[in-house]
């Protein structure tokens, strides 16, 4: 329940938090110096989102407010109190010693969501998730199942050859990826012998494990190939997405459609979140960290930030090692100062986020544009 009268509380200034979940968020309200109001459970709905709103702005003037997972269960209520002109601040969960302390229930998770924007522990500005880069996340998330699951499936397929019989295995032997993905999608089961001498009386026409080999290596190769066209097709709206939100990006050398569609992920649609290079070199987990020791003066690569825009980093750093002539110079004077590979990548990435911040954030660029609708 609320506490103070309604002549003051159209004056003070509050701070809001919310533990958010996949059904409710839970909502809590304080004072600027950190006195605790009221908190309240409300559902994930449009009109939830107005309610709870509704439920602050009655407290007082709502300042800010942290919301946990503003890129998962927290996404919808962060557009809406964005869209409303309410300053989001996205908030980690509390760290275990302090859950440990405190305990844990959503009414305590979301008082220490507002408690960490009050003490600015919490600083960052979330994605907007409102534009095209939000629908190029959308379909890079669907391309990189369908890239996995394919890669799963030409392993079970090869691990399935592993144990085939021998006058199918050996058909098979020494085929690459494309050939063999063919080969497997046009077997027919029916044909052949069905059993071994060695096959018990219940081994008939439909029993022998030629015959079951083949119907399994038949299916997985035509999945196989149903996923090749549907991450061509992918491919072809990633292109067309990335192209209009940023088509200086991919002019670039060594970016090409994935890792562009990626750096953009990370920035999400509103780059100037983001304060300057140094803060996309630790989003991207490019930053150099300090490993020095005695006399010793070295640096290391990050293992924070993103991994993926890590990812995406190294793809481009490895293709300009391979093809630019200005990074084959510079990993050759590198070299000859002793520096490791590790190292020289880890300077190329730092190089690369600078300069992939500045195409990121230019001016040139329609990233708030809304996707063409068909």
Request: proline share 6%; aromatic share 2%; hydrophobic share 40%.
């Amino acid at each position: 329940m609320a506490r103070g009268s309604g002549k003051t509380s159209g004056r003070r200034r509050v701070v809001g938090g919310v533990d958010t979940h996949a059904g409710t968020h839970h909502a809590a309200v304080e004072l600027m110096n950190g006195g605790r109001i009221a908190d309240a459970q409300f559902p994930v709905t449009r009109q939830g989102y107005a309610d709870l709103l509704a439920w602050m702005c009655s407290l007082g003037r709502v300042h800010a407010v942290g919301v946990e997972g503003t890129g998962s269960y927290g996404a919808g209520l962060s557009r809406y109190l964005r869209g409303r002109g309410v300053g989001v601040i996205d908030v980690n969960r509390p760290d275990r010693r302090q859950r440990r302390m405190a305990g844990k229930s959503d009414p305590l998770d979301a008082y220490a969501a507002a408690d960490a924007v009050l003490a600015g522990r919490a600083r960052t500005v979330p994605k907007a998730m409102d534009g095209i880069v939000e629908s190029i996340r959308a379909v890079h998330l669907a391309r990189a199942g369908a890239v996995k699951a394919r890669t799963a499936c030409i392993n079970q397929l090869r691990g399935l050859l592993v144990t085939a019989p021998a006058e199918l295995r050996e058909a098979m032997t020494g085929l690459p990826t494309g050939p063999l993905v063919t080969a497997c999608a046009r077997l027919r089961p029916s044909a052949g012998p069905s059993a071994g001498p060695s096959a018990g009386p219940s081994a008939g026409p439909s029993a022998g494990p030629l015959r079951g080999t083949k119907i399994a290596l038949r299916s997985l190769a035509r999945r196989h190939q149903a996923l090749t066209a549907e991450i061509t097709d992918l491919d072809a709206h990633l292109a067309e997405l990335v192209t209009r939100a940023r088509p200086d990006l991919l002019s670039v050398h060594g970016v090409g459609v994935e890792t562009a569609a990626q750096l953009l992920i990370t920035c999400g649609d509103n780059p100037d979140r983001l304060t300057g290079p140094a803060a996309f070199a630790a989003l991207c987990g490019a930053a150099p960290v300090p490993a020095s020791s005695g006399k010793t003066t070295r640096w290391r690569l990050s293992r924070g930030g993103d991994r993926q825009a890590n990812r995406a980093l190294h793809t481009i750093a490895l293709s300009r090692m391979a093809s630019c002539p200005r990074t084959r110079a510079y990993v050759a004077r590198r070299t000859t100062q002793g520096k490791s590979k590790k190292e020289i990548i880890r300077c190329l990435k730092r190089y690369l986020a600078r300069e992939l911040f500045k195409a990121l954030t230019s001016t040139n660029t329609t990233h708030n544009a809304p996707p063409a609708t068909a």
